[in-house]
């Protein structure tokens, strides 16, 4: 109740901003395709709409992006905007949904599931040909050291903030089938609005693994806590979670050690575990 939208349905940039100029939150709505078989051969968004949200952004200090997408894009502009929604392409629901979390009906609880790289340069180079061999092997992604992401994988935020307690070791109820080692990680609702979070754990292999980095094994939601609530979540670790594949006997070795990173993604980590593996695991 109350709300005028003052709509730009074009890829107009001087009608974009006037709009913004009269509004007091811009809206910019932009998203791009893809196709089966081939790369998509850049990650910027259609229509050259990158100058156009940085022309909104210039003249309303409270600019959203929504971006509808089909996997990850470049974001010269995000610096100077408000927010940034990626909203992948969630069908015809999407404006409903997106309305919802603009208004605080309910809080965003998604995650990045890929890494949204700072530059064109810090993904894996695009290649037109249909023969593909895939020699970088694990090095994709939040696994590659050498890319930096402006929002990293396993990222995003809503509207209260939490703090992760502890993080330990803990005996496997009997219930966990399969289970070789359990960690705990407790986390608590810091913020005034309640909420939820989803705890992430990266497992660190020793360097005989040939692993580039340590790489998601398990991820756990608080469900919704209300403000100072918290709860305990366990991850189980299995036999081949603490295992990699040696080629050259074309089997499965077990490590002795290795450890656990817990955290909101693969660049918040807030707790690290170091792990002994029971020697009863594996060959």
Same mark, same amino acid.
């Given at each position: 109740a109350g709300i005028e939208v003052l709509a730009s349905p074009s890829s107009d940039e001087a009608a974009a901003v006037a709009a913004a100029e009269a509004a007091d939150v811009a809206i910019v709505v932009a998203g791009t395709t893809s196709g089966e078989s081939l790369d998509r051969p850049n990650l910027t968004l259609d229509d050259g709409v990158d100058g156009l949200i940085s022309a909104v952004a210039h003249r309303n200090g409270k600019t959203v992006v %929504? @971006?509808?997408?089909?996997?990850?894009?470049v974001m010269p502009w995000r610096d100077s905007v408000q927010a940034?929604? @990626?909203?992948? %392409? &969630? &069908?015809?629901?999407? &404006? #409903? @949904?997106w309305a919802d979390v603009l208004f605080g009906d309910h809080a965003p609880t998604g995650r990045l599931p890929i890494m949204l790289p700072a530059t064109e340069e810090d993904t894996i180079t695009p290649d037109p040909s249909l023969d593909i061999v895939y020699a970088e092997g694990l090095a994709t992604s939040y696994r590659n050291k050498n890319f930096t992401a402006a929002f990293p994988f396993g990222h995003g935020l809503t509207?209260?903030?939490?703090?992760? %307690? #502890?993080?330990? /070791?803990? /005996?496997c109820p009997s219930s966990a089938a399969g289970a070789l080692l359990c960690i705990q990680a407790s986390v608590r609702n810091?913020?005034?609005? @309640?909420?939820?979070?989803?705890?992430q754990l990266y497992l660190e292999l020793p360097p005989e693994a &040939?692993?580039? #980095?340590?790489? %998601?094994?398990?991820?756990? #939601?608080?469900?919704?806590l209300a403000p100072g609530g918290s709860v305990a979540m366990t991850f189980f670790l299995s036999e081949r979670d603490l295992s990699y594949f040696d080629p050259e006997s074309s089997s499965w070795t077990s490590v002795e050690s290795a450890t656990a990173h817990i955290g909101e993604s693969s660049a918040d980590i807030r707790h690290s575990v170091g792990l002994v593996v029971p020697r009863s695991a594996g060959k």
């Open positions: %929504l @971006a509808e997408v089909p996997g990850a894009f940034i929604l @990626a909203l992948f %392409l &969630g &069908g015809q629901e999407t &404006g #409903s @949904a509207y209260t903030t939490f703090e992760f %307690l #502890s993080a330990a /070791t803990v /005996t810091t913020g005034d609005a @309640a909420g939820q979070t989803i705890a &040939g692993q580039p #980095s340590a790489i %998601l094994k398990g991820f756990e #939601s608080t469900g919704e």
